[in-house]
């Protein structure tokens, strides 16, 4: 994204986060807006419009926008930062004196923002954010697989389960590189969509079938409930199981320990493979909303 003068005068709050919050924060400073950086003590952020502040020195009732992380708030109002020595504690109190134009983004829903009276934009819920940052996800599991198997992917049995906008992307790239796919849906128009693909299509009702023959698992579904512990004990010693849902896990690490699984929690690994990338894809949505907002 090019220097503009976009969101001249805007004043934008970039709470916490990983690379992709420090992304968003520079697109935010190119395109004209002053930035307050929260969370962000072990950086330098030098540059003019630029102000590395703590949480409670925020101007809310100046700010045209406040953007959590893809993690969002958790339920004691913690923020994970990955540039902070110490966490970031945000008090609901502390947004009561927010205008209604004031734009609050984050990455997926929490309790303790949905406990909120003000609307929060769930950047991970709009079509095409999910789907350009399907691209690093997929790319992620390449490299996850390639660190932790001794196996080509090529002629290896994968097994991918939901086959939302991740699910596919990922299915399609194993698919390209040789792999033979399982899909895992019980969704009769995603099975169709599996076929026309070259995917083996399989109804999560019949996993037990096929799980003990697979290589590798990458879970996209976000549950805690859709998968029993006795389907979970077919997974062999050998199967590597990603787990990429945010949200409710099919598989704790305690429980994968428990039953000697090979697992990898994985929810953020477009932040992890190419921040770069993923966080130009936040930044462009969040600056185009601000820009409507604005109008």
Known sequence: MKNSSMLNGSCIAII??????????????????????????????TEPGF???????????????I????????????VRSSFSSKPV???????????????????????????????????MDEDDIAIQNSIPTAEGVLWLL????????????????????????????????????????????EKARMEEM???????TELAEKLPDCDAWINTIPSDTIFPSEILSLCSRECLVIEL???????????ADSMGIRYINAPSLPGLIAPKTAGFILAKTIIERIVQKRK
């Open 245 to 255: 849902a945010s949200g409710p896990k099919a598989i704790t690490p305690k429980l």
């Open 198 to 204: 070259g995917i083996e299509p399989l109804d999560l």
């Open 89 to 123: 504690k945000i008090r609901k109190e502390d947004l009561n004196s927010l205008t209604n134009h004031c734009l609050i983004f984050s990455g997926i829903n929490t309790p303790w923002l949905e406990d909120l009276s003000h609307e929060v934009i769930c950047l």
């Open 146 to 189: 390639l660190q932790h198997t001794d196996h080509t992917i090529h002629h290896s049995t994968m097994l991918v389960t939901g086959f939302g906008r991740v699910g596919m992307t990922v299915a399609r790239t194993l698919k390209a590189l040789g792999a033979h796919v399982i899909g895992g849906t019980s969704n009769r128009g």
């Open 67 to 78: 953007v959590f992380p893809v993690s969002g708030v958790s339920e004691n109002g913690e």
């Open 51 to 65: 102000d590395k502040v703590d949480v409670y020195s925020l101007p809310y009732d100046q700010l045209d926008a």
């Open 16 to 45: 916490g986060g990983d690379a992709r919050q420090k992304e968003i924060a520079n697109h935010c400073q190119l395109s004209g807006a002053n930035v307050y950086a929260v969370g962000f003590d072990q950086l330098s952020m």
